[in-house]
Nanobody, 126 residues
Framework: VQLVESGGGLVQSGGSLSLSCAAS????????IAWFRHAPGKEREGLAC????????FYTDSVKGRFTISRDNAENTMYLQMNSLKPEDTATYYC????????????????????WGQGTQVTVSS
C-alpha cells in the first residue's frame, strides 16, 4: 500500500503548482481523500478533502478559492491544484486516502486516514 506524491517545487508568489498523488496496492475510488501540509514550527493543517467518490469537496479557509482538490478514480490518482500561491503556503504537502468513505464536512479529519504519502516540499518565494 503506497501513496506517492509529485509536483512540489519552488514557485514565486502568485504562481501555481499542481500536486499529484498516485495510489498503489489499494484503490480509493469510493474512499475519502485529503490533502494536508506541515510547516516548520506549526501544526499539521488539513487543507481539503472529499468524503467519497461523489462527494463535494471541503476546503479550509486559508486555501478556499485558491486550491482545488480532485480525483481520477480510473487512474487511482488524486490532485491538488494550487493557484495564487503565497509565501505562507510554504510547507511539506501530504496526501491521504482511504478505501472507504471518510466523513469530511466541517473540517479535514487529521487522524481518520489510514494511508499517507511521504510528502512533497512546496516553497513559495516572495
Amino acid at each position: 500500500v503506497q501513496l506517492v506524491e509529485s509536483g512540489g517545487g519552488l514557485v514565486q508568489s502568485g504562481g501555481s503548482l499542481s500536486l499529484s498523488c498516485a495510489a498503489s496496492g489499494f484503490t480509493f475510488d469510493n474512499g475519502g481523500i485529503a490533502w494536508f501540509r506541515h510547516a516548520p514550527g506549526k501544526e499539521r493543517e488539513g487543507l481539503a478533502c472529499i468524503t467519497a467518490s461523489d462527494g463535494s469537496p471541503f476546503y479550509t479557509d486559508s486555501v478556499k478559492g485558491r486550491f482545488t482538490i480532485s480525483r481520477d478514480n480510473a487512474e487511482n490518482t488524486m490532485y491538488l491544484q494550487m493557484n495564487s500561491l503565497k509565501p505562507e503556503d510554504t510547507a511539506t504537502y501530504y496526501c491521504a486516502a482511504d478505501e472507504v468513505p471518510t466523513l469530511c464536512i466541517e473540517d479535514v479529519p487529521l487522524y481518520d486516514y489510514d494511508n499517507w504519502g511521504q510528502g512533497t516540499q512546496v516553497t513559495v518565494s516572495s
